[in-house]
């Protein structure tokens, strides 16, 4: 007598699911996304209050996170104005060269699957990244920084404050 197989479980059917979509259908998607967002964010004004939510961060410290201003300056890229992409976030404005590299080389490497793998984020780079952004959000929450503050404003007092 045959001893009944188990049904597949569900993360064995999802597993099984994505093996058979092509490589290249998540890095399109997420670029699909993107495009729609940036078409979202060039539509509707993040200068306009009540556009879009306030930072929580913002909110409850009353200090800039490093993506602070981010919005705004994707906002004025998608009108092609860096200098005012620069007031808001410059430090978006630095990673988007490592972003198109990064989603460029993805993208390659579906189409491509006899590729050699890539090496992804080195540690020590990750801990260096991690520096810039920490020292980036410590520095335009001070005085000295306040030019790396969203449009050159000091941040406001936190909720409690």
């Not at 998608?78 to 060269?97: E, H």
């Amino acid at each position: 007598m045959e001893t009944p197989t188990a049904a597949p479980r569900p993360a064995g059917r999802l597993r099984a699911l994505a093996g058979r979509v092509h490589p290249a259908t998540w890095p399109l998607l997420l670029g699909a996304a993107g495009t729609a967002g940036l078409l979202v964010v060039h539509a509707i004004d993040p200068n306009q209050p009540g556009n879009y939510p306030t930072c929580p961060w913002l909110t409850v410290t009353g200090t800039w996170c490093p993506g602070c201003g981010a919005t705004r300056a994707v906002h004025a890229l998608t009108n092609l104005d860096i200098v005012g992409a620069a007031q808001m976030n410059v430090l978006l404005l630095a990673f988007i060269p490592y972003l198109a590299y990064g989603y460029g080389r993805w993208l390659y490497r579906s189409f491509r699957p006899e590729a050699p793998p890539g090496k992804g984020l080195r540690p020590a780079a990750a801990l260096v990244l991690l520096a810039v952004v920490l020292v980036y959000t410590v520095v335009r929450n001070t005085p000295l920084g306040l030019f790396l503050a969203p449009g050159g404003v000091p941040a406001p007092a936190p909720i409690w404050g």
